[in-house]
């Protein structure tokens, strides 16, 4: 069953070593658990429902606990602590197009605020239920998940919205077609979700980020069907469909996507290579996003995060050899892990493997082969799973993204780093990045941070926001984008104006009224109203 307060199925964890556990102590010091409110205490907190009743709304208080959240750090501390500040008041599960349209049209007519809800994966805030006068709704879209034309000849497939993942991937597989979209969060983010929040998969250097796939679709907007045609390309004016990525849940519930497919590779192949520093891995994974080659994915983990990454791995036998091997070839302290690999047919993954080995030895590269990318593969949706236990041993994680062009690269780590490490006074915060998403200009950069959770919700509240300020400000000043892949909720909205001007902001506001003249599609999301 899905944790309530935490990440994933409950019947999985991560299983931190102990020398993991002394790695952080060394690092930030011992944790104290924190106590979170149990189920009961949190039901308690919940009021009663403002909605005037109708046949496709729950107001189950069970059911609006837990769609009161998403997955950012604030959404944890509240849904642990018992500080949610506002719950919905009632939850719809419609299954077909008509029953979105008429609980829009309920809503509008109630004065009701709608929450369009996905897969609650969102790490930015966007699905907090805003403290206001009028009730609020939350539509979930996990029984909407068909998958109701695949076009073989044009490959394009279209789905309900609601689809996760692993049901969208097991419906494409089974036709040999693959979309090859797999963010961290794929057990249970939706494709809607993923249009709406423009996601990043960790294969994206193949297949692109999701505004590459999403060739289509439909909007249930508060005043209408918004179609989105799935062209080839078109010089019809702005595209529309630049309008709903990123929306948010501000524009309407997207009901159906249409996404371009790809047939499922023959072959799957990820390799790992050490540098002694960032600066050479760096070097490297630039030559290799502007070589042309096409790789099916890199991720370079910097010298804080290889260490972190190793020292979570371990104790094993297998890896002090390694490292006694990689010390001897020049990569001690400050190397970097990069993982890259080949996704294809198997003729086109050996050649591009091999022209990609040629430029990473020319930066100092040290092959370690494929044991290590073999365990990344296996284990990648699986590290997402240490935030519960490092809660419960009283650390919080958090991580923080951007994107800029590789000339920033260097001191936009920096910079978000140093914030982020001396960004509360009387703590120690560890703080670790990788880059997973290249293009020929620029990178994005990932990075995580840990810290120890306060004897109080609001403590620790306090903490992550100072953290989180810290790093967003150094973000902004580095000429970043405030996300990548993660969007922009509540959490960045405060950052959004650096990035698109007082023109841009009107424009986006005007494109929100057009649609929902009453302000009742997830207010306060992505852009304050007035
Ligand atoms: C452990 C973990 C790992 C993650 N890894 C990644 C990653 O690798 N890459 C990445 O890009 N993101 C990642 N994320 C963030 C998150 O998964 C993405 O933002 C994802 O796109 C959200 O999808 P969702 O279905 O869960 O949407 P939700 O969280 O439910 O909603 C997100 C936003 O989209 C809106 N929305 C959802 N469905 C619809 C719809 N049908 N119509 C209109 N609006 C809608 C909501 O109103 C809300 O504003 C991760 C999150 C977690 C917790």
């Given at each position: 069953m899905r944790r309530w307060n935490g990440?994933?199925?409950?019947?999985v964890s991560y299983g931190v070593t102990g020398e993991a556990k002394a790695f952080l102590e060394e690092r930030i010091g011992p944790g104290t658990a924190p106590r979170d409110v149990s189920r009961q205490e949190i039901m308690a907190k919940v009021p009663r429902s403002r909605l005037p009743g109708h046949p496709l709304v729950h107001e189950d208080v069970w059911q609006r606990v837990l769609h009161?959240?998403?997955?950012?750090q604030g959404d944890w501390i509240d849904i642990r602590g018992g500080t949610v500040p506002a719950f919905p008041d009632g939850v719809a599960y419609p299954e077909s197009e008509e029953d979105v349209r008429t609980l829009l049209t309920y809503a509008r007519q109630a004065g009701v605020i709608v929450i369009p809800y996905g897969?609650?994966?969102?790490?930015?805030?966007?699905?907090s239920v805003p403290l206001q006068d009028r009730p609020v709704l939350s539509v979930d879209?996990?029984?909407?998940?068909?998958?109701?034309?695949?076009d073989d000849t044009s490959r394009l497939a279209t789905f309900q919205?609601?689809?996760?993942g692993p049901d969208l991937e097991a419906a494409l597989n089974a036709r040999n077609?693959?979309?090859g979209h797999y963010p961290?969060?794929?057990?249970?983010?939706t494709l809607g979700g993923w249009v709406a929040a423009r996601s990043a998969g960790q294969y994206s250097l193949r297949y692109g980020k999701i505004e590459r796939l999403f060739a289509g679709g439909r909007v249930e907007t508060p005043v209408g069907r918004l179609e989105l045609p799935a062209l080839p390309?078109?010089?019809?004016?702005?595209?529309l469909r630049e309008m709903v990525l990123g929306s948010e849940g501000r524009l309407g519930v997207i009901t159906q996507a249409v996404v371009r497919v790809q047939p499922l590779p023959e072959k799957e192949v990820i390799k790992a290579a050490f540098f002694p520093d960032a600066a050479s891995a760096l070097a490297a994974v630039r030559e290799l996003a502007q070589?042309?080659?096409?790789?099916?994915m890199l991720r370079l983990s910097l010298s804080e995060e290889t260490e972190t990454t190793l020292r979570l791995s371990g104790p094993n036998k297998a890896l002090d050899i390694l490292e006694k091997w990689l010390a001897l070839r020049g990569?001690?302290?400050g190397r970097c892990l990069l993982l890259y690999g080949g996704i294809g047919l198997a003729g086109t993954v050996r050649w591009v493997l091999g022209e990609a080995w040629a430029i990473l030895k020319k930066h100092r590269g040290i092959p370690v082969g494929t044991p290590i990318g073999r365990a990344w593969h296996k284990n990648r949706f699986r590290l997402p799973y240490i935030r519960n236990e490092l809660w419960e041993m009283g650390y919080a994680v958090d991580t923080l993204e951007t994107a800029v062009s590789w000339r920033r690269v260097p001191e936009t780590v920096r910079a978000v780093q140093q914030a982020l490490s001396e960004g509360l006074e009387s703590e120690k915060v560890h703080v670790f990045t990788h880059l997973s998403h290249f293009y020929p200009q620029g990178a994005s950069i990932y990075t995580s941070y840990v810290f120890r959770v306060a004897p109080s919700a609001a403590e620790t509240r306090e903490r992550w926001q100072r953290l989180k300020r810290a790093a967003s400000a150094a973000i902004v000043r580095c000429g970043g984008t405030i996300s990548h892949q993660h969007g922009?909720?509540?959490?960045?909205r405060p950052y959004l104006a650096a990035e698109k001007g007082v023109q841009g902001l009107a424009m986006l506001r005007s494109v929100c009224r057009a649609v929902d003249p009453e302000e009742m599609?997830?207010?306060?999301?992505l852009i304050a109203e007035g």
């Open positions: 990440w994933g199925d409950d019947a009161s959240a998403g997955q950012s897969g609650g994966t969102s790490v930015v805030g966007h699905l879209m996990s029984r909407m998940k068909a998958l109701l034309e695949l919205a609601g689809v996760r077609y693959t979309l961290q969060s794929f057990e249970y983010s390309a078109t010089a019809a004016g702005p595209d070589s042309g080659l096409p790789l099916g990569a001690g302290e922009v909720g509540l959490d960045h599609m997830n207010p306060g999301k």
